[in-house]
């Protein structure tokens, strides 16, 4: 499943006023921000580069309470990819999009991009076949069909590059799959169409009078494709999980740790079930301990546990992690479960009794499950 993803490319925007651009955008509800990085060497021109986007970063904070919030798509137009991927990471990038074109050792770009903590994903110019992205495409993020010649912003959209779009998307249903060059009202329904997820728009979103409302079209248009093909996921962009059934989770772990985002409140009058769906989801906690929020693990104590049996919620300052343990396994209690400032406090019932049952929500499981130690360090 994948989810519309619109991504503004700042080359559009006012660069006195990058970090308000950023935050402008974001206002509008752009998912991400593009940036492009380009050297004068790769591309015919020159743009931003690791300082910027450390600067663009301290304007741009993460919010540890909004996992994937504030994202910026570093799309690197340069030489020599490999160089710039510590720099980049350390600057505050969460994806690095490199040039097939740019390295003889795509595999390895992948593999170091990954090993900084940063999304991976890879760039084809105009001129490129889509076959070099197969053998490599298993282990991307992301692959990006260029519809410009990359260098400059304002360039008419490329229709014939959408049969590279559609290739990958019949090949890959779940992959992202991103388009950059000449986007806007006029030729997102081609993009969409063809199953581009992931949108760069510059001139058409930046100089629209408002913005949000391209914003909106560009999505509603991805939307629409993806439901139709029935690869829309559902709620913003996560995987459609419940949480609960600690015993489950916990089968084979003395502690699990799964980093969740809330898509709605739980809210004390909706009894529904809370517990399914998480056991089956299995990801590597890997990638998540590196590239962010590593920090925002917290325990729930056992005593917590046992002094707040029964329904009930409790502030907790913008955590959003839950950890189950093997108390929770052992006398078959639920565990509790922090979340978006939310404590939903232990219960007994494992689900069954109704009158134990939270509130049915959906949550993000970005990455999934993997055992972690009391300081959120990972043990597997
Ligand atoms: O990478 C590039 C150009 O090389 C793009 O990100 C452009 O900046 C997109 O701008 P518009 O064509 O949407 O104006």
């Not at 006012?14 to 402008?24: S, T």
């Not at 060059?181 to 100089?207: C, E, M, R, W």
């Not at 919620?313 to 565990?335: A, D, K, L, P």
Request: hydrophobic share 40%; proline share 6%.
């Amino acid at each position: 499943m994948v989810k519309p993803i619109i991504a503004p490319s700042v080359l559009a925007g006012d660069f006195a006023q990058l970090g308000c651009e950023c935050h402008r955008m974001f206002k509008c509800n752009a998912d991400w921000v593009h940036l492009d990085v380009m050297d004068g060497h790769f591309v015919p021109n020159l743009t931003m580069g690791p300082p910027i986007i450390s600067s663009l970063r301290k304007a741009v904070p993460r919010d540890p309470s909004q996992p994937g919030k504030f994202f910026f798509d570093c799309h690197m137009m340069v030489a020599n990819p490999e160089q710039w991927i510590p720099e980049i990471a350390e600057a505050g990038g969460d994806q690095y999009t490199f040039h097939y074109e740019a390295t003889e050792k795509p595999l390895e770009v992948v593999k170091l991009i990954k090993k900084h903590g940063m999304k991976a994903a890879c760039a084809i110019k105009p001129g490129t076949s889509v076959d070099v992205l197969y053998p490599l495409a298993e282990h991307l993020d992301m692959a990006l069909v260029m519809t410009v010649e990359p260098g400059f912003g304002g360039q008419s959209f490329m229709p014939e590059m959408m049969s590279k779009v559609e290739d990958l998307r019949a090949k890959y249903p779940h992959l992202n799959i991103q388009v950059d060059g000449g986007l806007g009202p006029k030729t997102i329904p081609d993009a969409a169409k063809a199953g581009a997820n992931v949108i760069v728009a510059g001139t058409s979103v930046f100089k629209a009078a408002k913005p949000e409302e391209v914003i909106q079209l560009l999505r509603d248009h991805v939307s629409t494709e993806l439901q139709s093909r029935g690869l829309l996921e559902t709620g913003p962009g996560y995987n459609d999980v419940c949480a609960g059934l600690s015993r489950h989770v916990n089968g084979f772990r003395t502690q699990a740790t799964v980093h969740l985002d809330v898509e709605f409140r739980v809210q004390l009058p909706e009894l529904a079930h809370l517990g399914h769906h998480l056991w089956h989801k299995r990801l590597s906690s890997k990638p998540w301990f590196h590239s962010h929020y590593q920090n925002h693990v917290q325990l729930i104590c056992k005593r917590q546990h046992l002094f707040n049996l029964g329904l009930g919620f409790q502030g907790t300052g913008g955590s959003h992690s839950m950890r189950m343990n093997q108390f929770n396994e052992i006398f078959g209690v639920f565990c509790g479960l922090q979340m978006e400032r939310v404590l939903v406090p232990a219960i007994f019932g494992n689900g069954c009794n109704p009158l134990f049952w939270v509130g049915h929500h959906h949550m993000a499981v970005e990455e999934v499950l993997g055992l972690v130690n009391q300081q959120g360090s990972e043990l597997m």
